[in-house]
């Protein structure tokens, strides 16, 4: 466990809170997802996703100035598109993860039925975070941390957008997109960020404080919607005043495979020339750990490509 050194306005460096501070964003993830499945126009985006103008406008512009999109002619010479860059098609792991995850809490009927399909596997198969070393799969209490070349402090990354954005589901035609409904809740940045704290080792209220430097009020919010969507529990740990603690139930451990892909995409995108913050190592198998995220069938790395969505109900 990394030392908990901690200094005023400043957060230990992070992959994961450099990675929220561009996609910790419902809409972007979306938009991302939507890209994933080929869209590539305003017009497609907006239908698909039930997204307003003006949010798209903005959200395509953060997504091209992040890296992960870029604008390019269309084929036919007269439209602009938006094509996913390296750095945004290396997210595919991530929606990959969101969608394990929904599959496996969801309570929508239809998402329940929605598959994927591999071109050399066929139907249903289900992606899986193994380790690329041992390929075994990987679990939060396999993965020991160690300070990494690029340990050190910097400002929270800013936020960049200026609300919360919380509107229902999207419609979606028959929800053909990768972001099913936890999308709800861990579309936003800061829960993300509080949850992943837990990986870190925090419990209490100061000690999340600590490693994100969030405003008090922003904090108590969203560790009460953690509690209420399922992921969090709360513990009573002192009488007089009460204290309260928090613990990751067996559906909050479960965004540990969204939190460690974040986590790599961080390291291999956002990390510069300091290198990662973090050090990760596989506990099973003794190395570093680089986790890829692979059929469970064919044992293959799964590409945006070769991944079909079978629509459900
Ligand atoms: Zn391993
Ligand atoms: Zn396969």
Not at 27 to 36: K, N, V
Not at 52 to 75: E, F, H, P, Q, Y
Not at 80 to 107: I, K, N, P, V
């Amino acid at each position: 466990m990394p030392v908990s050194t901690t200094k005023p306005n400043l957060i230990r460096t992070n992959s994961v809170a450099r990675a929220l501070a561009i996609i910790g964003d419902r809409w972007s993830l979306l938009i991302l997802g939507g890209a994933f499945q080929g869209l590539r126009r305003f017009g497609d985006w907006r239908e698909r996703i039930g997204i307003a103008s003006n949010i798209l406008t903005n959200r395509l512009d953060r997504l091209v100035k992040a890296g992960c999109l870029k604008k390019a002619k269309a084929d036919d010479g007269r439209w602009h598109e938006y094509r996913l860059t390296q750095m945004g098609a290396d997210l595919y792991a991530t929606a990959l993860m969101f969608w394990r995850f929904d599959r496996l809490w969801s309570d929508q009927a239809n998402l329940q039925l929605a598959a994927l399909s591999h071109v050399s596997c066929g139907d249903d198969i289900h992606p899986q975070l193994v380790c690329a070393h041992c390929r075994r799969p990987v679990r939060a209490h396999d993965v020991r941390y160690e300070d990494g070349p690029g340990a050190g402090f910097e400002k929270m990354p800013p936020p960049k957008l200026s609300r919360r954005s919380s509107v229902p589901s999207a419609p979606g035609e028959g929800r053909q997109t990768l972001f099913g409904e936890s999308i709800d809740v861990l579309g936003d940045r800061w829960t993300q960020l509080v949850l992943a704290s837990f990986f870190l080792g925090a419990r209490r209220f100061d000690e999340i404080l600590g490693h994100w430097k969030i405003a008090t009020n922003i904090l108590a919010s969203r560790l009460r919607s953690a509690v209420q969507a399922g992921m969090l529990q709360r513990r009573l740990y002192q009488r007089g005043p009460d204290r309260y603690e928090y613990l990751l139930t067996p559906k909050g451990m479960d965004i540990y495979p969204i939190v460690l892909t974040l986590t790599r995409w961080g390291d291999r995108w956002l990390a510069g020339k300091a290198g990662p913050p973090l050090l990760l190592h596989h506990k099973s198998c003794g190395h570093r750990l680089e986790p890829i995220v692979v059929c469970d069938r064919c044992g293959n790395e799964l590409e945006p490509n070769e991944v079909f969505i079978r629509a459900g109900g």
